[in-house]
C-alpha cells in the first residue's frame, strides 16, 4: 500500500485503559445490542477499495462481503490495532492494520472506492480535518459509509450531553463525546447526504446518552 511521505506518530491516541474496557464491551455488545446486525446493514454491498477510519479492535471485518478487494484499516490506539490485526488474520477479504490518526491519513490521495466510519467521529480531535482528509482519499463518486452516535433526546437529555463533552466524559471514554451531530458535520464537509436513519441503541430499556445513534451513507461529489 503507497503511504504518504510525511510520517504519522504510531502512537498519537493512547487510551490502554479505555481500550481495555472496549474491546470487552464492544464484543458483548455484537449479541446483547444488535450491533453484529448494525455491522450487516453498514456494510452491505460495499465493494473495491475500502478505507475504514477508526478500525478499533477490527469488529466490522468479519462483516465486509466478498466484493470488497481490499481494506485499509486505520487504528491509532496500540492495544486496538493489535486486536484488530488479529482480527483482519480471520477475515474473509484482505485487510491490512495501519497505525494513523484521521487527521492525517497515511494514504495517497483518490485511492479509495469507499470509506467507513464507526462510533469513530466522537472521539477524533479535529471532526472537519477528519472529514477533509476522508475526501481527499476518496476518490469523486466515492460512497462513506457511517454509523455514529451523537446529540439525541429532549431538552433535558441535550443539557446532560453537553454537560458530560465539558467535563468527566471525554476523559473517562478515550476522548469521545456524547452531544456531536455527525449528519451535519459530513454535510458541512461538503459530502452529499444519501438516505440515513436514526438508531437507538440499545433499541429497547432506558435511553443513554450515547443511545442516540445514525446509520446511513454519504458520497463525495463528482465534481468536488
Given at each position: 500500500m503507497p503511504l504518504r511521505s510525511r510520517k504519522v506518530p504510531r502512537d498519537a491516541v493512547h487510551h490502554p485503559l479505555f481500550a481495555r474496557c472496549y474491546a470487552r464491551a464492544s464484543v458483548a455488545g455484537e449479541t446483547r445490542m444488535g450491533m453484529g446486525r448494525i455491522r450487516e446493514r453498514l456494510l452491505g454491498g460495499l465493494s473495491g477499495r475500502v478505507i475504514e477510519i477508526g478500525a478499533g479492535n477490527g469488529l466490522n471485518f468479519a462483516h465486509y462481503p466478498g466484493?470488497?478487494?481490499?481494506?485499509?484499516?486505520?487504528?491509532?490506539?496500540?492495544?486496538?490495532?493489535?486486536?484488530?490485526?488479529?482480527?483482519?488474520?480471520?477475515?474473509?477479504?484482505?485487510?491490512?492494520?495501519v497505525p494513523g490518526v484521521a487527521e492525517a491519513l497515511p494514504v495517497k490521495s483518490e485511492g479509495f472506492d469507499a470509506a467507513v466510519v464507526s462510533?469513530?467521529?466522537?472521539?477524533?480531535?479535529?471532526?472537519?480535518?477528519?472529514?477533509?482528509?476522508?475526501?481527499r482519499v476518496l476518490r469523486p463518486g466515492g460512497e462513506v459509509r457511517f454509523f455514529e452516535h451523537g446529540r439525541g433526546g429532549g431538552r433535558a437529555m441535550t443539557f446532560t450531553q453537553h454537560a458530560l463533552d465539558r467535563t468527566v466524559w471525554p476523559l473517562l471514554s478515550g476522548g469521545c463525546h456524547v452531544a456531536r451531530e455527525p449528519v451535519r458535520a459530513l454535510r458541512d464537509a461538503g459530502?452529499?447526504?444519501?438516505?440515513?436513519?436514526?438508531?437507538?441503541?440499545?433499541?429497547?430499556?432506558?435511553?443513554?446518552?450515547t443511545s442516540y445513534c445514525v446509520l446511513g451513507a454519504a458520497w463525495r461529489p463528482v465534481s468536488g
Open positions: 466484493t470488497v478487494a481490499e481494506v485499509v484499516a486505520i487504528e491509532p490506539e496500540r492495544r486496538l490495532r493489535h486486536l484488530a490485526v488479529e482480527a483482519a488474520l480471520r477475515a474473509e477479504v484482505p485487510v491490512d492494520v462510533l469513530v467521529l466522537c472521539s477524533v480531535r479535529d471532526v472537519p480535518r477528519a472529514l477533509g482528509e476522508l475526501r459530502f452529499e447526504l444519501g438516505p440515513y436513519r436514526q438508531v437507538l441503541m440499545p433499541a429497547e430499556g432506558p435511553q443513554l446518552p
